[in-house]
């Protein structure tokens, strides 16, 4: 079953760090096809979903609220995607998506959109206060 499981949310200060896992189930980050994208993407109370950061055979793709300042990674295994966040702000608070596109192409500039990515999973809170 192709799956996506999210964790390692929670809330911290403002200047704070957290890093997120995304457990793979299904298929493999070992090895990316081409048109392939893995990433995260986060949604604010009262806000639309926004891509934060993604990864395929090409390179990785940050919004540009977080470059500098959160990195994407996986596992040697190609079971788990991370996301490392530093330097927290509040404005980073919001639920958490890991997301894939398993059944779908990713096309160049489509990394950071929610189009490509086919498969989600159910989210992990971050809360950033000041």
């Known amino acids: 079953q192709t799956q996506l499981v999210e964790s390692g949310g929670g809330s911290v200060q403002a200047g704070g760090s957290l890093r997120l896992s995304c457990e793979v189930s299904?298929?493999?980050?070992?090895?990316?096809?081409?048109?392939?994208?893995v990433g995260w993407f986060r949604q604010a109370p009262g806000k639309g979903r926004e891509g934060v950061a993604s990864?395929?055979?090409?390179?990785?793709y940050f919004t540009d609220a977080v470059k500098g300042r959160f990195t994407i990674s996986r596992d040697n295994a190609g079971n788990v995607l991370y996301l490392a966040m530093n330097s927290l702000e509040p404005e980073d608070t919001g639920m958490y998506y890991c997301a894939a596109s398993v059944g779908r192409y990713c096309r160049r500039g489509e990394e950071l959109t929610s189009t490509p990515y086919d498969i989600w999973g159910r989210g992990t809170q971050v809360t950033v206060s000041s």
């Open positions: 299904g298929f493999s980050l070992s090895s990316f096809p081409a048109r392939f994208c």
């Open positions: 990864m395929n055979s090409l390179g990785t």
